[in-house]
């Protein structure tokens, strides 16, 4: 059975940093695409940033230059680097794995930045 754990989440001063991450288990070979996704209160899920087999990242426009992913694959682990934090970041963060007629999500993770 395919999963994905998030971890990483909490509470951080706006300009702060957090570090989140996805480990995969189960699959029979690294998805054709990763990603994080986040949700807000009242929002609808909206990508935060995705890497591909092929390597090519792709950023929101909210976030780039602020956020990096990037990923262990000799570990199956994915990772989000964000910094320079905004209180608009609050969300729940979900590792995405997708491709080749399969689609899953993690179970989430609450990140709050708050003064």
């Known amino acids: 059975q395919a999963q994905l754990v998030e971890s990483g989440g909490g509470l951080v001063q706006p300009g702060g940093s957090l570090r989140l991450t996805c480990v995969a288990s189960?699959?029979?070979?690294?998805?054709?695409?990763m990603g994080w996704y986040r949700q807000g209160l009242g929002n609808e899920r909206e990508l935060v940033a995705t890497?591909?087999?092929?390597?090519?990242?792709n950023y929101a426009d909210s976030v780039r230059g602020r956020f990096t992913i990037s990923e262990d694959r000799a570990a199956n682990t994915l990772y989000l680097q964000m910094n320079s934090l905004k209180v608009e970041d609050t969300a729940v963060y979900y590792c995405?794995?997708?491709?080749?007629?399969?689609?899953?999500w993690g179970q989430g993770t609450q990140v709050t930045v708050s003064s």
């Open positions: 995405r794995a997708w491709g080749y007629g399969s689609n899953y």
């Open positions: 890497i591909p087999n092929s390597g090519f990242i």
């Open positions: 189960g699959f029979r070979s690294r998805p054709y695409e």
